[in-house]
């Protein structure tokens, strides 16, 4: 009997769970709340009648990875349809030709809103789901919980908000700049929303304060003509000793951005907090058309707010808070997920073995429940080659108790590297954890097997494009199960001749051969 799967969420880890389901022989059937799939990368508009929003992007989103990091292993982006670091439109696109190339839709049941999974014994799941007001249940060989991490709006708890005249609203709901043109806006939280929001509104408000309490580095989208992650490549991050591959970026993103503006001036070092990337931000702070403000919101007043250091910023018409975000599973038993420590849930801790298995709860599976120091697409779908692998007795799971040990080292050595932070929890280094989860199906990358597999002249080649071209998930194709070698070695090697270079018809080839195959 086929085993069947039940997905919860099309958003980019449904999808790629679908694909990687239907390629394992196994059945998926994807419930998605909302009437479209693409998760976060479909924009929407507030509904009218409630204000009410879907989706965190706003309208003028660019994602923050470039092209070359956020393709899936087996689904190259051509430059020549896609930008470097594409508008969400063109994102939401490159899903859509993703579920019409590899015949994804059927299995995607829209407007399906799971209400309840429960286990039932021999790893076996039921699920409820409600749709057109109808309820049903089914049970599952196993479930996929693939509604990510940024829905649920961390809203502070701060003082005196009831005082405020003005608006304070989350960045969940921020949408554009028309409300706020000619106003006094301030923002708070430096990640990447908060930093997108306030560069975009500094060119039509009176005024933008930026506010944070721990200060960010913040990288531009190119250095040195080319997209910033092309500083991570294997041999940099991989081969070349931390303290020095720390030293040696943090001297370009010194030498490129110069003096920090102290108010932004982070103390931590530059890979222990999650990157924030925004080429035009320092620049804004410089020509004044954002005031940046170092401290913590002691309370709110009338007019604005006052900060920890005595600071007061006043007069605002809104404060946006680009606060971030908790977790958020309301379908499932409480007590699977958030680990015991995290007494009010917004800790963000997680009780998941390599952030995927709950330990004691066989058939239940996260895909893409983490925070790449990278792209989330490619790592979603590695989990979702790792999972369904798992799922086919390919590859053992080690004892629950086995599993606590594990989630303990990692969440001691997060503390080690990261700053203290609800952020700072789901984090993953894009090698180290793909190769980690690759190597159970063997599609790791040694040395020796470039030669072994394309010779001495291609096997040298596609090695250096491996080492010292872009971080992509694409060299994870190359050997092992679900490879595709041809294709991965063509495109790796066009990576890392860098610039525009559009897909040959050699590649485009490869694509259609195991298209025909599908
Ligand atoms: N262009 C793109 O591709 C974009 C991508 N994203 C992604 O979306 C995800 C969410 O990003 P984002 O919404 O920025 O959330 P983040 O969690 O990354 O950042 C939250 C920010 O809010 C601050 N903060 C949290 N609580 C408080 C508080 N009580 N008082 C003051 N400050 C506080 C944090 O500060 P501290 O560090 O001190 O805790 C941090 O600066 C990330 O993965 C991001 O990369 C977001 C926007 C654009
Ligand atoms: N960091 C935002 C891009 S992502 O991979 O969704």
Known sequence: MTMRVAIIGAGVSGLVSIKQCLEAGLEPVCFEALGHFGGQWHYTDPDPLTGEVVSSIYRSVVINTSRETMMMSDFPMDPKLYAIYPHNSRVQRYFESYVEFFK????????????????????????????????????????????????????????????????????????????????????????NSGVDISAELSTCTKSTHLITRSGTWVWPRFLFGEPYESLGSRFMLQMMPRFLSIAATQWVLNYTLGTIPKELKPEHNLLAAHPTVRSDLIER????????????????????????????????????????????FPFLPKGIVQSDGDRDGKENWTNLYRLMVAPGHPGLYFIGLCQPLGALMPVSEMQARWATSVLKNEIPLPSPERMHEDIAAYQRDLKKVFVKSPRHTLEVEFFPYMDMLAR????????????????????????RAAYFGPPSAVQYRLFGKGRKEELARLVLQRLARKGDEEMSLEEMAEVERYRAGN
Request: glycine letters at 12%; one cysteine or more; hydrophobic letters at 35%.
């Open 104 to 191: 994804l839709q059927p299995h995607i049941h829209l407007n399906h809103r799971v209400r309840g999974a429960h286990p039932v014994g021999d790893g076996k799941w039921t699920v409820e789901v409600e749709s057109g007001g109808q309820a049903t249940v089914d049970t599952y060989d196993a479930v996929f919980v693939c509604t990510g991490h940024h829905s649920a709006p961390n809203m502070p708890d701060w003082q005196d908000v009831g005082e405020f005249e003005g608006e304070l609203l989350h960045s969940h709901y921020y949408r554009d700049t028309v409300k706020f043109q000619g106003k006094d806006i301030a923002v708070v939280g430096v990640g």
């Open 285 to 328: 702070v410089r020509t004044g058309t954002i005031t940046p403000h170092r401290g913590a919101i002691k309370r709110f007043t009338k007019k604005g707010l006052e900060l920890t250091s005595g600071e007061m910023v006043e007069p605002l018409d809104a404060v946006v808070a680009a606060t971030g975000y908790t977790l958020n």
């Open 440 to 463: 159970d199906f063997g599609a790791h990358v040694t040395f020796g097997r470039f030669l072994s597999t394309f010779g001495v002249w291609q096997g040298v080649k596609t090695a």
